[in-house]
């Protein structure tokens, strides 16, 4: 008897001095009394056991490794949610000791409320781990807080019934006193707060400690933008490039068939599939071969198309991605209008002292006035004067908005922004603490004013210079369709790091698939990009 290792996959032109990993073991018997120098040609393809066991050992154990990091993934996650479902719990018992008169909420009651309702925290890891968090969230690349905040609520209130019934089961078993559904309730609000920040703390700490890897497959540009994209994320790094053409391409570390191997070799942990141009037999039959602690997604063709708002459904089988009808609705236009004034006299409130601290840092470390105006293009492609916090010296403040702009650099694609708008010569222009006001985003914050006013909004596309318009035509030209805003999608995308196309691509995205939803992703994400400084010059 002889065993030979089998690849998993088949190969039309096979090379004799690759050593591929094996997936299979095959026996053969062997004819009786033929000696072992005469064995019997073995098929094309498949190689003695002996010549690849070294390489089938080492990528056994690199899956094995791989497995062990998401399982102790998912034991740090859990650990995590019971004790943010433990706070909770207890800062839940606390605040209705201050707000409730019931004798039963009392401060003094405290002990016994919290092993009453200590059924609180299992019963939402329960509904957690029904939701699937434990199983998507291990190298999702797009897990935050504001994309799982509506999957988190539902999971805490399906668990606030689920521990109200763990409670009258435990009632009747073991004739403990049921919790009360007041306290549970209370919890649950809580959870919704604590839980989310839980999240995002655990996944911040352990992508620190062991960085999410990322292989992608596609063209040479497809990896460029998502090495952008992924290059703001801490604890992502790319590892490179798979093509999946015959030719390998400039940059590439291999072709589709090597896929498995190249993620044994390099510990990656998640896989981007950008518009393969294989069969799709073969791709599927390659991304299924993957090690199971290889996360894939797929950038979907036409992906200018969805957005926040669009939905998967599901169709005999198919999957069916619907696109958002591109309209704003009256009532669309008053409800974002309505959230437009609500926000910005909340943020006026909370920082007027950092308005007034930064104008008079302003006032007292360079000449000139403290606001900065300058014409903009609004809806309707009508020009306002915005107002910002003023960064360059008085002299040069007929530059300090709009920097020259090369013609050789407009039309070039694929160049940033930065470049285009000439923003290095602009640093050398800045005062004392216009740097600090431009990498925070702080310069922008007069802009509320413009919001009360109605010339600008919230969230929107960008505010342009009259300069910068006369090219905005077809679909680059909705922009102008809605109010602009002090921050959008283009600013917690990347900001001054994109390049014009891509500028333009999300602000017609953004104006044919608005949502409230939406807005507050955006408005959740702009804090940690202005604290990053990502993209600012």
Known sequence: MVTIGVPNHTDERPDPEEARPVDALVEFPLPSGLPRTELPALPRGIAPLEDRSAADRLEADRVRRGLRGDRRRTVVSIGADVCAATVS???????????????????????????????????????????????????????????????????????????????????????????????????????????????????????????TR????GSQSQADRLALTLGHRRGTEMV????????????ALGQMADLRHLCTEHGVNQVIVSFPAAQTEETVAILRSLPSYVHVAVIPRLYELVSWRSRLADLSGIPLIEVAPAHLSTWDKAIKRTFDIVVALFVLFLFSPVLVAVAIAV????????????????????????????????????????????????????????????????????????????????????????????????????PFVPEETSDHFGEASRRFEVRPGITGLWQV?????????????????????????????????????????????
């Open 89 to 211: 719990l207890a800062l839940g018992l606390l605040i209705l000791s201050f707000v409730s008169s019931a004798e039963a909420n009392s401060l003094g009651r405290f002990s016994s409320n919290l092993w009453t309702d200590a059924v609180f925290p299992l019963a939402l890891v329960m509904t957690l781990a029904i939701a699937g968090f434990y199983r998507t969230t291990n190298r999702s690349l797009v897990s935050g807080m504001s994309s799982e905040l509506k999957d988190l609520s539902l999971s805490v209130a399906a668990a606030c019934v689920l521990a109200v019934v763990l409670g009258a089961l435990r009632h009747a078993l073991f004739q403990v006193s049921e919790p009360s559904s007041v306290q549970i309730g209370v919890a649950c609000l809580v959870s919704v707060v604590v839980v989310a920040i839980g999240h995002s703390v655990t996944r911040r700490v352990v992508a620190s400690l062991r960085p």
């Open 214 to 217: 990322v292989l992608v497959v």
């Open 240 to 251: 490179g490039r798979v093509n999946d053409n015959p030719d390998f391409g400039e940059g």
């Open 363 to 462: 006032k007292l470390t360079s000449k000139g006035p403290v606001l900065f105006r300058q014409t903009r293009v609004g809806r309707n492609q009508q020009r306002f004067t915005i107002f910002k916090f003023r960064t360059m010296q008085v002299c040069d403040e007929g530059a300090a908005g709009s920097s020259p702009v090369h013609p050789s650099s407009r039309s070039a694609d694929g160049v940033a922004l930065h470049v285009v708008r000439n923003k290095a010569s602009e640093a050398r222009r800045h005062t004392r603490v216009g740097g600090v006001l431009r990498r925070t985003g702080f310069d922008e914050l007069p802009q509320l004013f413009n919001v009360l006013t109605g010339a600008m909004s919230v969230v929107g596309p960008r």
């Open 493 to 537: 995308s990347g900001r001054n790091d994109l390049n014009e196309a891509d500028l333009s691509r999300l602000d017609s995205l953004y104006v044919e698939s608005w949502s409230v939803m939406w807005d507050l992703k955006i408005i959740w994400d702009t804090p940690l990009v202005m604290v990053r400084g990502v993209g600012a010059y």
